[in-house]
């Protein structure tokens, strides 16, 4: 059983060894020579818009999957109309805009902070429709927090969008109280199952810790978290793993992204679920059953961001489990993963001061 | 970080799963040109005895190991005297040969069946010191029930080792309760660690069944059991996973095997316990940090022997984790795994009886 997976960094590399165990064999097509996935899994090196080698990737394949959402719909919509592409090509169009995908959520009644796109000619109309503070953001190919600037002044915005060539977003700056992330998957039969809210601590713009399930109480949240992914899942018939980001607002929740795909808020899932998600999204998209979502015990997922740790170091602290993506260490990038799974909350604040000491919050 | 595995079958295979996390790269060295690990790591093709390959072999690795008793000593000695073979060569030697194994055993205070070699010029012998009814086996080369047969008559007996050429042993039969095995891990720095005893049900000489925790209470076995461990351990100076076989009988154990690597009554460590078998197996062998052995709930798993189930319809049993091992089916042949992990032992019972609904006890 052959699944083609476009992109080859470490989600593939992990949904590639989530397969191996189902007997399936993930082949990843990424334009980088080193895509990490490939020391894994056999690696496809070409570009999205080639289309021979699209050709011959589809080639033997059950279906094809993505895992970053920045693949060029075209190239999804093109293997689509050879092979199942799962979730939908619509999915890259709607949520790699960042414009698009706020238009697609309020429309569907889904709550998202106040935005406006930014017109070159008539900057100053979004900056009055959604007031400061606020942030700035590029509506193509932001991830980690690059391509975002907080503004304060009407000084700054003006400059920031004079400086900025490519199409640009204003978005109200959310002075939120707790980040937070619920991750579904949906089988090709309609069968719907969402892991618990995790919470996410962000450094620099980039996710450092989760902790899953989440440690303020989302028994009020879970549903209406849920209705979001179940309004997202029925609109885009959707099959696989779904990811929504959201704000905690006065004890609302605001939607401040979505990612068709499998997350690295979910890495947790790895030890801290029954079923994995990367296990999940291939069973979905096989239209295989889906696995309990059932959490077990207390998770703890802390990126390892930069620079790695001595590997001993880490596994001396009690139920640490370590990832390594194969990644060469370069500023600000994603190297590795460490989670932490635990019986009770108490042994997870525990081991989050023992982590600490390895993984420095702003390392 | 690279390691060399001899031997490239299941157990292989998941070793080479579990290091990829960890960054460490597997390669298995096997003379079988369609050995299974080789579809998940790299595989190098060629006899065991081929001293140019194992120079190739051990050329950039960290350390070696080995996945089955029934490599060539000579092999792991010659390597050994090249870069860390782990465990000790010297742990092949004794436990590929059942008479040599069981007279190490015995020289220990460890106890076993009554048991003699066969000397083919006077088989009376045995049969006089061992009595009847009895188990003859091959010294070597015996697993999964092969190389043994049962005795009941002296005509039998006479009948049976005068059709054999290889060298016998003749072991009492033991009308044991249940069988029982434990699994133990000792890092470089000496740190021991077991996992709780296993309780194992064969059909047709091969293992079908495995209970985790084992079913019956265990609390008075346990610490004999692991003073077996601890006993190899230490005379052996031993680094790894290593695995024994109990016969309970009468309330006391007799070991029955002795196997120096990874183990079928380990699989269900992957998804119910903190660590599994197959991380501590590699983290001990490198000098790491050994891994929480404690189980996570109650696990059931069963071998997947000659012909492989829907995995759909696996899939559908609550908590079921499905492991293939990419091999073709033939009768007898173990083509892969399934582990029920619950909270309770009732909710294992009752996946017990969903699981024979799919994999029939004598299938």
Same mark, same amino acid.
């Not at 490939?38 to 570009?47: D, F, I, L, S």
């Not at 001993?312 to 009690?318: E, K, M």
């Given at each position: 059983?052959?699944?083609?997976?476009?992109?080859?960094?470490?989600?593939?590399?992990?949904?590639?060894?989530?397969?191996?165990?189902?007997?399936?064999?993930?082949?990843?097509?990424?334009?980088?020579?080193?895509?990490?996935?490939?020391?894994?899994?056999?690696?496809?090196?070409?570009?999205?818009?080639?289309?021979?080698? %699209?050709?011959?990737?589809?080639?033997?394949?059950?279906?094809?999957?993505?895992? @970053?959402?920045?693949?060029? $719909?075209?190239?999804?919509?093109?293997?689509?109309?050879?092979?199942?592409?799962?979730?939908?090509?619509?999915?890259?169009?709607?949520?790699?805009?960042?414009?698009?995908?706020?238009?697609?959520?309020?429309? %569907?009644?889904?709550?998202?902070?106040? @935005? #406006?796109?930014?017109? $070159?000619?008539?900057?100053?109309?979004?900056?009055?429709?959604?007031?400061?503070?606020?942030?700035?953001?590029?509506?193509?190919?932001?991830?980690?927090?690059?391509?975002?600037?907080?503004?304060?002044?009407?000084?700054?915005?003006?400059?920031?969008?004079?400086?900025?060539?490519?199409?640009?977003?204003?978005? #109200?700056?959310?002075?939120?109280? /707790?980040?937070?992330?619920?991750?579904?998957?949906?089988?090709?039969?309609?069968?719907?199952?969402?892991?618990?809210?995790?919470?996410?601590?962000?450094?620099?713009?980039?996710?450092?810790?989760?902790?899953?399930?989440?440690?303020?109480?989302?028994?009020?949240?879970?549903?209406?978290?849920?209705? @979001?992914?179940? /309004?997202?899942?029925?609109?885009?018939?959707?099959?696989?793993?779904?990811?929504?980001?959201?704000?905690?607002?006065?004890?609302?929740? %605001?939607?401040?992204?979505?990612?068709?795909?499998?997350?690295?808020?979910?890495?947790? /899932?790895?030890?801290?679920?029954? /079923?994995?998600?990367?296990?999940?999204?291939?069973?979905?998209?096989?239209?295989?059953?889906?696995?309990?979502?059932?959490?077990?015990?207390?998770?703890?997922?802390?990126?390892?961001?930069?620079?790695?740790?001595?590997?001993?170091?880490?596994?001396?602290? $009690?139920?640490?489990?370590?990832?390594?993506?194969?990644?060469?260490?370069?500023?600000?990038?994603?190297?590795?993963?460490?989670?932490?799974?635990?019986?009770?909350?108490?042994?997870?604040?525990?081991?989050?001061?023992?982590?600490? #000491?390895?993984?420095?919050?702003?390392?």
């Amino acid at each position: 059983m052959r699944v083609g997976i476009l992109g080859g960094g470490q989600l593939g590399r992990m949904l590639a060894l989530a397969g191996y165990p189902l007997g399936i064999t993930c082949e990843v097509l990424d334009p980088a020579p080193d895509a990490c996935a490939g020391q894994v899994a056999p690696h496809r090196c070409a570009p999205f818009d080639d289309l021979h080698a %699209l050709a011959a990737f589809a080639d033997g394949k059950r279906c094809i999957t993505y895992e @970053f959402e920045n693949v060029p $719909p075209q190239a999804a919509e093109w293997l689509a109309m050879r092979l199942p592409v799962r979730p939908t090509p619509r999915a890259l169009a709607i949520f790699q805009d960042r414009l698009t995908e706020r238009e697609f959520l309020r429309s %569907l009644g889904i709550p998202v902070p106040a @935005f #406006a796109p930014i017109e $070159p000619s008539e900057p100053e109309r979004a900056l009055q429709q959604v007031g400061l503070p606020a942030i700035i953001k590029t509506r193509r190919f932001g991830y980690d927090g690059k391509g975002q600037w907080r503004i304060d002044t009407e000084e700054q915005y003006l400059r920031i969008v004079r400086q900025q060539s490519q199409p640009l977003l204003m978005e #109200a700056f959310v002075a939120f109280e /707790t980040e937070l992330s619920i991750i579904g998957v949906r089988s090709l039969q309609g069968e719907v199952a969402c892991y618990p809210l995790i919470e996410n601590i962000h450094g620099g713009g980039i996710l450092r810790y989760s902790f899953a399930p989440a440690r303020v109480d989302t028994s009020r949240l879970q549903p209406v978290a849920e209705r @979001f992914i179940a /309004t997202l899942f029925d609109v885009l018939d959707y099959v696989g793993v779904l990811t929504i980001e959201l704000f905690l607002v006065g004890g609302r929740l %605001l939607v401040n992204e979505v990612a068709p795909r499998v997350h690295n808020s979910g890495h947790w /899932t790895i030890e801290g679920a029954e /079923t994995s998600q990367f296990e999940n999204h291939l069973r979905a998209i096989l239209g295989w059953p889906l696995g309990s979502t059932t959490p077990r015990g207390y998770c703890l997922m802390a990126n390892l961001i930069g620079e790695l740790p001595d590997p001993q170091s880490v596994l001396t602290i $009690p139920n640490a489990h370590l990832h390594l993506y194969g990644k060469q260490p370069h500023a600000g990038r994603k190297l590795g993963h460490i989670t932490l799974r635990h019986d009770t909350p108490e042994e997870r604040m525990q081991g989050f001061e023992q982590l600490q #000491a390895v993984v420095p919050l702003q390392g």
